[in-house]
């Protein structure tokens, strides 16, 4: 079985996908990675950042066979670019999933139910999509995948959740190969 580890976080802003990926990080002593001060993120041209940070993250990760806790994706792209009318490519977005799939990625989408927070980027009406759309990522990604509901659970429950879900699919794997 291929020992690297890939788990991709992603979900819509401030259902504590963040706070997770780090905890989760320390727990299996995988290194945590976030783009954040990249020029096209910055000067939010996403779909120019999907298009430059993942294919070359994702071959990165297969070259080097290093393991990786990623803060935010393709999935992101997938979800924000249609509730907030940017042009979505679609083809990139398979594609990209299909590099991260050959990698044995798992990606946990995290939602917040009952989302009460103001958030002015999101208002509820538009995270209430944003919801929908990462389920219906969720529904048709290759990867390996858990679905977590934030709101419900305290930080260390959640860890335990995951862990106990990535022992699943990787003692699945062990014995299909």
Same mark, same amino acid.
């Given at each position: ?13 401030? !259902?504590?996908?963040? @706070? ?80 991260? @799939? ?5 990606? !946990? ?6 989302? !009460? ?11 209430? *999509? ?44 062990? *014995?299909?190969?």
């Amino acid at each position: 079985m291929n020992k690297q580890k890939i788990i991709l976080f992603d979900g819509p802003d401030k !259902v504590g996908k963040s @706070s997770i990926a780090k905890e989760l990080s320390k727990v299996l002593d995988i290194p945590y990675f976030k783009f954040t001060k990249h020029d096209y993120w910055a000067k939010k041209e996403y779909e120019l950042a999907t298009k430059f940070d993942q294919p070359f993250l994702a071959e990165l990760l297969r070259m080097t066979g290093y393991s990786l806790i990623i803060d935010r994706g393709y999935p992101s792209e997938y979800a924000y670019a249609p509730v907030f009318d940017r042009e979505l490519d679609e083809k990139l977005i398979l594609d990209l999933d299909d590099m991260f @799939s050959k990698l044995n990625t798992t990606i !946990v989408i995290c939602t917040k139910g009952n989302i !009460v927070e103001h958030d002015e980027k999101a208002p509820i009406e538009k995270q209430d *999509k944003l919801i929908e759309r990462y389920k219906d990522f969720y529904n048709n990604t290759k990867c390996n995948k858990i679905y977590l509901e934030t709101s419900l659970v305290d930080l260390d429950k959640q860890i335990k959740t995951i862990t106990e879900r990535l022992s699943e699919i990787y003692s699945e794997q062990d *014995k299909e190969g």
